[in-house]
């Protein structure tokens, strides 16, 4: 895909960009059901990136993955969200690969989870590599598919 980029967010403008289009994606109900607040509460515990449509210089896909370390380190892809104008074009394969291939390739486990009906979602996530292990209800009657990318080491989340 060479007209796309993947970029780590790491500037104050590059944060600005990634929360307006989490707040916009939000409020749209493309990004699930993680509220903005609880992005501006833990954004330091994990990776923040950007996908960027380099021939328009524009950003259409932002992503959060967070390292967690108990019981042992995994990562957590806790946001991933494509604008809907490059839906069905592989972006979103393309996307999710270039965040968790590297990690999986170190030896990590990755986990995510996705609103149960959402099957473009599902498919995505499983043509990646990750397998459904568990269904959950959130307080509110969420329900959830627990996802997971196991790197071979035997564990079981």
Do not use: C
Not at 5 to 26: A, C, G, P, Q, R
Not at 86 to 114: C, M, N, W
Not at 121 to 136: E, H, I
């Amino acid at each position: 895909m060479k007209n796309y980029s993947i970029k780590k967010v790491e500037t104050k403008n590059e944060m600005k960009e990634f929360l307006k289009l989490f707040d916009y994606w939000h409020k749209k109900g493309l990004v699930g059901f993680v509220p903005i607040f609880i992005l501006y509460r833990h954004k330091d515990k994990g990776e923040l990136y950007l996908l960027k449509d380099t021939n328009k210089n524009k950003t259409i896909g932002i992503a959060w993955i967070i390292e967690r370390k108990r019981p042992y380190n995994f990562y957590q892809v806790k946001t991933l969200a494509l604008s809907p104008d490059y839906h069905a074009k592989g972006l979103g394969e393309y996307f999710l690969r270039g965040l968790v291939d590297p990690l999986h390739k170190q030896g990590f486990d990755l986990i995510t989870s996705v609103v149960s009906g959402n099957e473009p979602a599902m498919n995505l996530y499983r043509k990646v590599g990750f397998k459904t292990y568990d269904t959950k209800t959130s307080k509110k009657g969420v329900i959830t598919d627990e996802m997971v990318f196991p790197a071979g080491k035997g564990r079981v989340i």
